[in-house]
C-alpha cells in the first residue's frame, strides 16, 4: 500500500521540537506516512498571515481527513481566539478521546489507572459567545443542543462498546444548569439504555471530583461536555504522570486530529527539554485510526513499534524531566529508537 498522506501542524512553543521528535521515531519505525506541513497559531502569523488559523490549513486537514497537530499558544484574556477550538469546529471534530493509563517505570500515587475521558468537544461554554450587557457586566452563553448531546453521547457508548469497556460517566451540574447540563445528562441517560452491556452512571461534578481523587480506579470512560472534559483531562493526567503523557484524538464528521492533551508549555519551550511522548502517543493512535479506517496494517506495525519503543524505555528509567529523569527531548526520542 502506498503511504498516507498526513497533514502536520507543528504549532508554537514546545510545538516544532516534539514534531522533530514525532518525524525521527516514525521514520525509524518505518511509519507508511507522508506528511505535509502547515501553519496554525502564532507561527501562522509570523509567517505573514493575516488569521492565525489559515483557510489553506483547514482546507488542507478537510481534503486529507487527517492531521497531526502540535499545541498551538492562545494569547490569555485577550487577542484571538483559540486555533484549537477554531480547528475542531471548523472541521466539525466533536468528539475528544483521550486514554489516561498507568505506564510501568512511571510510579505514581494510584496504580491500575485507566480512564478515557471523552470530551465534547463544539459546544458548551466553548462557544466563544461573550457580551458586555453594561458597563461592567458581562456574560458568556453555554450552547447545548439536542444534536450536540446526542452525538457525543453516542460516541462515548459506541467507544466504550468497541473497547470492551464497562462503564460510562457523565459529570454534570444540572442541579444549577438545569437546562444545558440537564439535557446533556437526560440524553446520555437516554442512549444509554441502548447499551446494555455497558453500566451508566451520573455524578454531578464537585462530588464527581472527590470520588476521583480518592480512587481514580472506580472510573472508566468518563463523558464530559467540553469545558469539564478540558479540566478533567488535565486532572486525570495527574494521576498517571502529568501533561507528558496524556495523548489525544478529535474526531468527527470530516476526519480526525489527533493532539497532545498539553498546551505549548511556554515556560519550557526552546529549552529541548519538553517530554515528545504525548505527542508521540497520539501518533501511535493516528496509525492505529488509519489501520483501522483503511485496514493498512503496516500502520499498526509501525504504531507497535513505537510503542514497544517507548514503553521499554520507561522500563528502563530512561525519562525526560518531568517524569523525573535526566533525558532531554532528544535523548529519550533516541532511547525509544534504540529499543523500537
Ligand atoms: P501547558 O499544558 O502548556 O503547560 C502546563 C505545565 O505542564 C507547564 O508547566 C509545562 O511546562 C508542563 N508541560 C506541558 N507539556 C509538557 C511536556 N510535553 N513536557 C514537559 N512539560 C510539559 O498549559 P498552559 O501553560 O496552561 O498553556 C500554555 C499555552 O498552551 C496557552 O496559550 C494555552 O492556551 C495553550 N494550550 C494549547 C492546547 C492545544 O494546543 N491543544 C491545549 C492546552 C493549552
Known sequence: MSKHQVVLIPGDGIGPEITRAVRRVFEAANAPIEWEEHLAGVSAMEAGNEQPLPDATVDAVKAAGIALKGPCTTPVGHGFTSVNVQLRKRCDLYGAIRPIRNLAGVPTRFDDVDIVVIRENTEGLYSGIENEVAPGVVTSLKVATEKGCTRIARFAFEYARDKGRKKVTVFHKANIMKLTDGMFMRISEEVGKEYPGIEYEQLIIDAGCMRLVQDPTRFDVLLLENLYGD????????????????????????????????????????????????????????????????????????????????????????????????????????????RM
Do not use: W
Open 231 to 338: 479540566v478533567i483531562s488535565d486532572l486525570c493526567a495527574g494521576f498517571v504522570g502529568g501533561l507528558g503523557v496524556v495523548p489525544g484524538a478529535n474526531i468527527g464528521t470530516e476526519g480526525a486530529i489527533f493532539e497532545a492533551v498539553h498546551g505549548s508549555a511556554p515556560d519550557i519551550a526552546g529549552k529541548g527539554v519538553a517530554n515528545p511522548l504525548a505527542f508521540i502517543m497520539s501518533g501511535v493512535m493516528l496509525l492505529n485510526y488509519l489501520a483501522d479506517q483503511r485496514g493498512d496494517e503496516a500502520c499498526r506495525a509501525a504504531a507497535d513499534r513505537i510503542k514497544k519503543g517507548y514503553n521499554q524505555a520507561l522500563a528502563d528509567g530512561e525519562k525526560t524531566g518531568d517524569l523525573g529523569g535526566k533525558l532531554n527531548t532528544q535523548g529519550f526520542v533516541d532511547a525509544v529508537i534504540a
